[in-house]
């Protein structure tokens, strides 16, 4: 009678059936084999008798043991099974990004890689990785389903951005999976009625002021600072900016870096057809 050997357990040398060289896996058996001839024929199939399941493995050596436990050698082969991901994505939270994934399976996982861009085609940015966020270190090699989650706050409200990751094993190949998209949007709450520009604080004042200016819209934003003749001591600002509230800061500095002196400023916000100007007094 071909012997059928029911095993009970299945002890591998090295973690997993996973290794692309040859491996040494112990079997156990409950009962000794009924032909002295081991199987040749690589390969590894499940079967029942009676009802029974069984775990059938083929190929290698043998080598028996007096504690009928049998040890198995198996030719080399690829029996790795990739980072299998269920699950990549990305929703706007409280002014940042939940990046979340799910694998059922990892294969000497050493951890992931996240980046995103804010358009295609655009140069991917990083976000964070499995060397500097322990968050992002894999499992290894293990068959069980495992969460991960990321929190990317390095987000502008109004902005659509693409995320990618990628799992990096334990020889160095990075794999990429699958990109996904998220656009963060401004919270309705922090965004003013109207274009304003408040007065500066402290005023008068001896080395710094903070100047803070509301927009409601998103638009192209110059502040600039003026003393009492109409000369240009310096722009503030100059730039593309979303709606909300700002502040920007003012060192009693010119363009060069040079300290201004004692005296009455005037500083002007532009802001798409909005315009404003404020007074403040620098005493040294």
Known sequence: MEEVARLL???????????????????????TSTSPDSRNNAGLANTS??????????????????DF???????GGDYSLPVELSAFTAEHQAGSVLLKWMTESETENLGFILEKRLQVPGNWLPVADYRTDKALQGHGSTSEKHEYHYTDKAVTPGTTYRYRMADVDYGGKVTWHKEVEVRVEAD?????????????YPNPFNANTT????????AQVR?????????????????????GYHTVGWDARDENGSSVGTGIYFYIIQAEQFQKVHKMVLIK
């Open 188 to 200: 309705i709450a922090k965004i003013p009625a109207e274009f304003g520009l408040q007065a500066a």
């Open 49 to 66: 008798l009676d009802g029974s399941s069984y775990l059938v493995m083929y190929g290698g050596e043998r080598q028996s043991t007096p």
């Open 223 to 243: 502040i600039t600072i003026y003393d009492v003749t109409g000369c240009k001591i310096r722009d503030l600002v100059d730039n593309h900016q979303e709606a």
């Open 9 to 31: 357990t299945f002890i591998p040398d090295k973690p997993c059936l996973n290794k692309r060289d040859t491996g040494r896996f112990r079997l156990a058996r409950t009962a």
């Open 69 to 75: 436990t049998d040890t198995w050698t198996f030719g």
């Open 211 to 218: 100047i803070k200016y509301d927009l409601s819209q998103p």
